[in-house]
């Protein structure tokens, strides 16, 4: 009798991270699992730990083979699982004990995609994403064309309304075999993801939304631009994405335009690279509760904090004494880590963090230290 879910792992030089990676597999509350890794053409040790693990635990297969990319690691992996659903976990990434209980419900339901939230982990923190979805069954979502594009843009968040990783779902073997067949031996190094789990939900009959995350995503050193942005023929292969899935959409005008909103929201990510920003800003700082000759850490280095940031020192509003973040090695060299707070005279810490569960965490931390509550925006 088949397991009822493979877990399907790409590995490409991730010995730091592998083990805590497979750790958090193996042990998982749900047993009757088959666990599949694929070594691209690792130069590093992973794939020997990767051989040590599969020595001690008979549910492991390790496949070996030249580097060949993520979309034919994973095809690799999906061709090598004999499980009836197949799900995904990048090497440097790590999920819950209980990952995949949630999940045993709609498999019995026969449920083909089984879509997950996805939460941040960086510096200890775990912080959930945004959820823009209800919790529910969704029926032939792409025959629903207004709807399906809002999940790969909508215009009223900037962004997506499904989360497009595709180590948030958990798909019938059946239906990614098919997927994995038609994108062929294709070589997209960006946006691999999007183009599989869009692809998928085209030819999904069924859909589960469920708002829990069991999934935890390293943030990694990225100094501003995004590591792939740096890549000199990331233009090339970020259109070879959109080229491949404007055709597979073709006659939609609702998804053509979300895929193309999209595709010009990935691009602008090349600015980054070049330090340089958009002039209209995507986060307010809180004006309201800062006087304008404060002096003020800012806690957060990422997107938010960055608008925080440019804001006060164009319009010179008040006095940024500290910039800190949790992992201030991601960034530049004027971003600091939290501990150099305590020996700052200041008088507000503003804390530029997007979600609401991680600005709690902070705050909470914060006091914990030993800062006023008050003193905390």
């Not at 694929?38 to 580097?67: E, F, L, P, W």
């Not at 962004?159 to 019938?172: H, R």
Request: charged share 30%; with cysteine; hydrophobic share 35%.
């Amino acid at each position: 009798m088949n397991k009822a879910i493979s877990v399907v792992i790409p590995v490409y030089n991730e010995e730091r991270y592998i083990r805590e990676c497979l750790d958090s597999v193996v042990n998982q509350s749900k047993k009757d699992i088959e666990i599949i890794i694929v070594d691209d053409g690792s130069t590093d040790n992973s794939g020997a730990i990767c051989d040590m693990y599969s020595a001690k635990d008979s549910r492991i297969t390790v496949v070996h083979q030249d580097n060949k990319g993520k979309i034919a690691a994973r095809r690799k992996g999906v061709m090598c699982s004999q499980a009836d659903y197949v799900t995904f976990v990048d090497a440097d990434d790590f999920i819950d004990s209980t990952s995949f209980i949630l999940a045993e419900e709609f498999i019995r339901a026969d449920i083909d995609v089984i879509c997950f939230n996805i939460s941040n982990y960086y510096d200890g923190i775990i912080a959930d994403r945004n959820i823009y979805l209800p919790e529910g069954r969704y029926d032939k979502i792409y025959e629903k064309t207004g709807q399906f594009a809002k999940w790969i843009y909508d215009e009223n968040i900037d962004g997506f309304q499904l989360q497009p990783s595709l180590c948030t779902k958990i798909v019938k073997r059946e239906l990614l075999n098919n997927i994995f067949n038609i994108v062929g031996d294709l070589s997209i190094n960006y946006a691999e993801d999007r183009l599989i789990t869009y692809m998928v939900l085209k030819n999904a009959n069924t859909v589960q939304i469920i708002s829990n995350s069991y999934y935890r995503a390293r943030h990694r050193k990225n100094h501003y631009a995004k590591e792939y942005t740096s890549d000199n023929l990331f233009l090339e292969k970020l259109f070879e994405y959109y080229e491949f899935l404007k055709g597979q959409f073709s006659g939609s005008p609702d998804i053509e335009r979300a895929l193309a909103l999209s595709y010009i929201q990935m691009v602008n990510d090349r600015k980054a690279f070049y330090n340089v920003w958009d002039k209209s800003y995507r986060y307010l700082f809180p004006y309201e509760k800062i006087d304008k000759e404060e002096r003020i850490i800012l806690y957060g280095a990422g997107k938010v904090g960055q608008d925080y940031y440019r804001q006060i020192t164009e319009l010179s509003y008040c006095k940024v004494v500290l910039w800190v973040d949790g992992n201030p090695d991601w960034y530049g060299t004027e971003i600091s880590p939290v501990e150099k707070i305590m020996s700052m005279d200041f008088d507000r810490i503003v804390i530029a963090i997007k979600s609401d569960a991680a600005r709690r965490d902070i705050k909470r931390k914060l006091i914990n230290i030993g800062i006023e509550e008050k003193k905390i925006i």
